[in-house]
């Protein structure tokens, strides 16, 4: 019978272990909202294992960039930027973690996924790529594209009427921003602009773009677009509503699942075995009595 009651003290105190790290879990999943700091990836983190930190390497970096010469300031953005996914950013901010490749190819498995909104005063009706381009194929024959662009580049267009072609709004880019408040995304170099010549080199300006993203957890959908406005027909602002565009938890090292399983499995060994050596210490007492 003691043999029996021991045994089940093992199997609670294995169920009580599994129940605190679940907890912990728990807990650090909403403080990772704010600091980006998982209490499991800390406490099972081994550097020799999962490699150096994003803040060792980027010391390096800025190490390197001295002795080189350059400017630290651009070797950290850049460290920063290689530290992370594409279509993804930490806001310098709140901390929080967000990402939105679930709006663009990147999160639909390589294939396209265009938006499209109407211009509404402007007259044409505009298809945007996230963080990727909305064609789902190539448009680089011969009267396609306005200006000759490369089709596999353009994160926007519209259909111009008189020509019959697709006008570049820009090439798409996988490196959101955050400009002051406002989560951004910036689209360069795409067709150019009517009577409009940059005074300094004498060339036509190009079409540009820029996409702002506001989070919105009521959303049914994916994301909603529309059409801001544009500047002399050649900068053009849209805003995407988006709970992708929420801050979230970023995900965890995939070695920390491994490592909370050989704790649970190690923690229930150990409580096996000891819970067998002190029946028998308890039985080989009772005997000695007797």
């Known amino acids: 019978m003691l043999r029996v009651q021991l045994r089940l003290v093992a199997v609670a105190v294995m169920v009580a272990i599994i129940v605190v790290i679940y907890y912990l879990d728990s807990i650090a999943d909403k403080s990772n909202l704010q600091s980006q700091h998982h209490f499991l ?49 930490v806001n310098p901010h709140s901390h929080g973690f967000i ?16 938006w499209t909104t109407k211009g509404y005063d402007y007259g044409r009706n505009f298809t945007l790529g996230i963080c990727s381009t909305p064609f789902k194929k190539s448009h680089n024959g011969p009267r396609e594209m306005q200006d000759d662009v490369n089709s596999t580049l353009v994160g926007g267009y519209y259909m111009d009427t008189k020509s019959g072609r697709y006008v570049s709004l820009g090439e798409f880019s996988t490196t959101p921003v955050v400009r002051g408040r ?42 909603s677009i529309s059409y801001v406005g544009s500047f002399d027909d050649c900068n053009y602002m849209f805003e995407v509503r988006s709970h992708h565009a929420c801050p979230t938890a970023a995900k965890a090292n995939n070695l920390a699942a491994v490592w909370i399983f050989l704790l649970i499995f190690v923690a229930a060994v150990l409580v096996y075995f000891s819970g067998d050596f002190f029946y028998r210490n308890i039985r080989a007492q009772k005997m000695q009595k007797l």
């Open 41 to 89: 990836d800390a406490l099972t983190h081994f550097p020799h294992l999962t490699g150096p930190s994003d803040t060792n390497n980027q010391q390096y970096m800025l190490e390197r960039a001295k002795k080189l010469g350059k400017e630290p300031e651009g070797t950290e953005a850049a460290a920063q930027d290689e530290a992370r996914d594409p279509c993804t950013i």
């Open 99 to 114: 990402d939105l490749r679930g709006l663009s190819a990147l999160g639909n498995e390589g294939r396209a996924l265009p």
């Open 182 to 223: 406002k989560l951004t995304l910036k689209y360069s170099n795409g067709s150019y602009c009517e009577n409009l010549v940059d005074r300094s080199t004498g060339l036509p300006v190009r079409r540009s773009t820029m996409i702002t993203f506001t989070c919105d957890r009521d959303m049914l959908a994916k994301a």
